[in-house]
């Protein structure tokens, strides 16, 4: 099943002081596994741009979608057989420790 | 009573109480068999439990006038299975689970031995698929008893304090959750084994315990023994299951002595030992015996073994229980269990020895509020000597004692002090 990975900073970050794992090797390792179909970093929140229609009315504003202190700054897009497996592509992610991940299945619209 | 092991011939009219009764002795076991197996092949909770739940009506109807089958589990299994593929076909969904099963033979998959390879997959998958961390607690708890125990879906609201329509709610989103997240319907293999174990323990644990907090229901204690027991079975080369239930055996042995005639908790040493399971006792002692390593659980169950041995309150072995509260401490720092390390050494080496860890342990603010910390100080002063002082301590304790039953009696010790 395909999960999107989305990549967020987070205030309180693993103080743990051994070397973060090296995010070309992740990259490198899941890709050739085909666990990773593509991912990437994202510009900072300042570059977001909002987009809505209401009433006809094409509404364009400057900023994220919400003011927060932790922001998605990146995203890969896994392939995995089940969450467990999603989990440890995760784990060994060094943003799992400078942030946190968040692991969301396409939607199974079928059932 | 005529026969659930009917074996030979044709099965004979038992009537309406003896068939209720071999439905509700062989239910307990082959609903979450029934229920693992289907799940396993078609992937559908709901499904899955409603077949079964259905089979377990089929035969409240049937038995009584066609007595009770050779193989009930398989027969049930039968029905269920029958049940689930009429429903699947009317649903038209997908070949291959309408394929896998059709095939199935009942007989193959149950074994009339407990260790037929694929049941035990089946609940042990089940198992630690409703453990998973990705659901929340309350939900790991609520799967657990309804799924894999077959706790009818009302008994849990009231357990969990939540009305019947919410916690079907609860257990729907559940379900589909572990379809959505893409949860595994698989037993961890390797070092994942070990990081979700204590997890499934855990809820085993929380199980037992909130079955003695909400008025004192024995019933989910029985549940969470039951499952630890079935666990065990499972999975005897893991210390830490064997660990775990004989500390539930043990704490489940004093279940009829824990209250007096008004319903207020007793602690140990006012208890009748003559009224602990001395059965329940003996099976804990034998599963520590197997324990090899040195986990929470384990340090845990070697004290309580020493309660559940010991012949009076007096004639505990109280460093025994000491030098595990070390351990314990070492391992789980908790300021709960430093405050039972201080009441330990206490009673293995004086009042002046415990109220040094009384201190310390008081010392990481931890127990600010804690009326049982109080009132192991003036358990501790009131052995000094002080009897004013304990008096008073214990007074100051009642005033933060949650319920009204802790209350009275931590005034009555205040009383006999005083007196």
Same mark, same amino acid.
């Given at each position: 099943?395909?999960?999107?990975?989305?990549? &967020? /900073?987070?205030?309180?970050?693993?103080?743990?002081?051994?070397?973060?794992?090296?995010?070309?090797?992740?990259?490198?390792?899941?890709? %050739?596994?085909?666990?990773?179909? /593509?991912?990437?970093?994202?510009?900072? /929140? %300042?570059?977001?741009?909002?987009?809505?229609?209401?009433?006809?009315?094409?509404?364009?504003?400057?900023?994220?979608?919400?003011?927060?202190?932790?922001?998605?700054?990146?995203?890969?897009?896994?392939? &995995?057989?089940?969450?467990?497996?999603?989990?440890?592509?995760?784990? /060994?992610?060094?943003?799992?420790?400078?942030?946190?991940?968040?692991?969301?299945?396409?939607?199974?619209? %079928?059932? | 009573?005529?026969?659930?092991?009917?074996?030979?011939?044709?099965?004979?009219?038992?009537?309406?109480?003896?068939?209720?009764?071999?439905?509700? =002795?062989?239910?307990?076991?082959?609903?979450?068999?029934?229920?693992?197996?289907?799940?396993?092949?078609?992937?559908?909770?709901?499904? =899955?439990?409603?077949? #079964?739940?259905?089979?377990?009506?089929?035969?409240?109807?049937?038995?009584?006038?066609?007595?009770?089958?050779?193989?009930?589990?398989?027969?049930?299994?039968?029905?269920?299975?029958?049940?689930?593929?009429?429903?699947?076909?009317?649903?038209?969904?997908?070949?291959?689970?309408?394929?896998?099963?059709?095939?199935?033979?009942?007989?193959?998959?149950?074994?009339?031995?407990?260790?037929?390879?694929?049941?035990?997959?089946?609940?042990?998958?089940?198992?630690?698929?409703?453990?998973?961390?990705?659901?929340?607690?309350?939900?790991?708890?609520?799967?657990?008893?309804?799924?894999?125990?077959?706790?009818?879906?009302?008994?849990?609201?009231?357990?969990?304090?939540?009305?019947?329509?919410?916690?079907?709610?609860?257990?729907?989103?559940?379900?589909?959750?572990? #379809?959505?997240?893409?949860?595994?319907?698989?037993?961890?293999?390797?070092?994942?084994?070990?990081?979700?174990?204590?997890?499934?323990?855990?809820?085993?644990?929380?199980?037992?315990?909130?079955?003695?907090?909400?008025?004192?229901?024995?019933?989910?204690?029985?549940?969470?023994?039951?499952?630890?027991?079935?666990?065990?079975?499972?999975?005897?080369?893991?210390?830490?299951?064997?660990?775990?239930?004989?500390?539930?055996?043990?704490?489940?042995?004093?279940?009829?002595?824990?209250?007096?005639?008004?319903?207020?908790?007793?602690?140990?040493?006012?208890?009748?030992?003559?009224?602990?399971?001395?059965?329940?006792?003996?099976?804990?002692?034998?599963?520590?015996?197997?324990?090899?390593?040195?986990?929470?659980?384990?340090?845990?169950?070697?004290?309580?073994?020493?309660?559940?041995?010991?012949?009076?309150?007096?004639?505990?072995?109280?460093?025994?229980?000491?030098?595990?509260?070390?351990?314990?401490?070492?391992?789980?720092?908790?300021?709960?269990?430093?405050?039972?390390?201080?009441?330990?050494?206490?009673?293995?080496?004086?009042?002046?020895?415990?109220?040094?860890?009384?201190?310390?342990?008081?010392?990481?603010?931890?127990?600010?509020?804690?009326?049982?910390?109080? #009132?192991?100080?003036?358990?501790?002063?009131?052995?000094?000597?002080?009897?004013?002082?304990?008096?008073?301590?214990?007074?100051?304790?009642?005033?933060?004692?949650?319920?009204?039953?802790?209350?009275?009696?931590?005034?009555?010790?205040?009383?006999?002090?005083?007196?």
């Amino acid at each position: 099943m395909k999960f999107m990975m989305f990549v &967020c /900073t987070d205030t309180a970050p693993d103080t743990d002081p051994t070397e973060l794992p090296d995010i070309h090797k992740w990259v490198a390792e899941n890709d %050739s596994r085909g666990r990773r179909l /593509t991912g990437n970093v994202l510009a900072p /929140t %300042s570059a977001a741009t909002l987009v809505r229609v209401r009433d006809g009315e094409l509404l364009v504003s400057e900023g994220p979608f919400a003011e927060t202190t932790e922001v998605i700054v990146g995203f890969d897009l896994l392939d &995995c057989a089940d969450l467990d497996e999603a989990i440890e592509v995760a784990r /060994t992610h060094p943003m799992a420790r400078e942030g946190r991940l968040e692991l969301r299945p396409y939607a199974d619209l %079928s059932a | 009573m005529t026969g659930t092991d009917t074996t030979t011939g044709a099965p004979e009219s038992v009537g309406v109480a003896a068939a209720a009764q071999a439905v509700a =002795a062989v239910g307990v076991d082959a609903y979450p068999r029934i229920v693992a197996t289907l799940i396993r092949l078609t992937g559908d909770w709901a499904l =899955a439990e409603d077949c #079964a739940q259905e089979a377990l009506a089929v035969a409240l109807e049937r038995w009584p006038d066609d007595g009770v089958p050779a193989n009930p589990g398989g027969w049930l299994l039968t029905v269920a299975r029958n049940r689930a593929i009429d429903v699947l076909r009317r649903a038209a969904v997908e070949r291959r689970k309408l394929h896998e099963l059709a095939v199935l033979a009942p007989d193959d998959a149950w074994p009339e031995t407990p260790t037929g390879e694929a049941v035990v997959d089946d609940r042990l998958r089940l198992i630690f698929t409703c453990c998973h961390p990705a659901l929340a607690i309350e939900a790991r708890v609520a799967l657990t008893l309804r799924t894999v125990c077959g706790v009818p879906t009302a008994d849990i609201a009231r357990l969990l304090l939540v009305s019947e329509s919410t916690m079907t709610r609860r257990l729907t989103r559940a379900r589909t959750r572990i #379809a959505q997240a893409g949860i595994p319907y698989r037993v961890p293999s390797g070092p994942a084994l070990a990081e979700r174990l204590p997890g499934v323990l855990a809820v085993l644990y929380l199980l037992f315990t909130r079955g003695y907090v909400v008025d004192g229901e024995p019933a989910f204690a029985d549940e969470a023994v039951r499952l630890a027991r079935l666990l065990d079975r499972l999975m005897p080369e893991q210390s830490e299951i064997a660990a775990l239930l004989a500390l539930l055996l043990f704490q489940h042995s004093r279940r009829d002595a824990r209250r007096d005639a008004a319903g207020n908790l007793l602690t140990l040493d006012r208890q009748d030992r003559a009224r602990w399971d001395r059965a329940a006792i003996a099976e804990g002692q034998a599963a520590l015996a197997r324990v090899r390593d040195d986990g929470p659980y384990a340090w845990q169950a070697r004290i309580a073994a020493c309660h559940a041995i010991a012949p009076s309150a007096d004639d505990t072995d109280w460093p025994a229980i000491a030098r595990a509260y070390d351990a314990l401490v070492d391992i789980r720092p908790s300021p709960v269990i430093a405050l039972n390390r201080a009441v330990a050494h206490g009673y293995a080496y004086g009042p002046s020895a415990g109220l040094g860890l009384l201190d310390a342990a008081q010392a990481g603010g931890g127990l600010d509020g804690n009326p049982l910390a109080v #009132a192991v100080r003036a358990d501790l002063v009131a052995r000094q000597g002080d009897r004013p002082r304990a008096a008073a301590l214990f007074r100051e304790a009642a005033e933060m004692a949650g319920s009204a039953g802790e209350r009275r009696a931590l005034l009555d010790r205040a009383a006999d002090l005083a007196g």
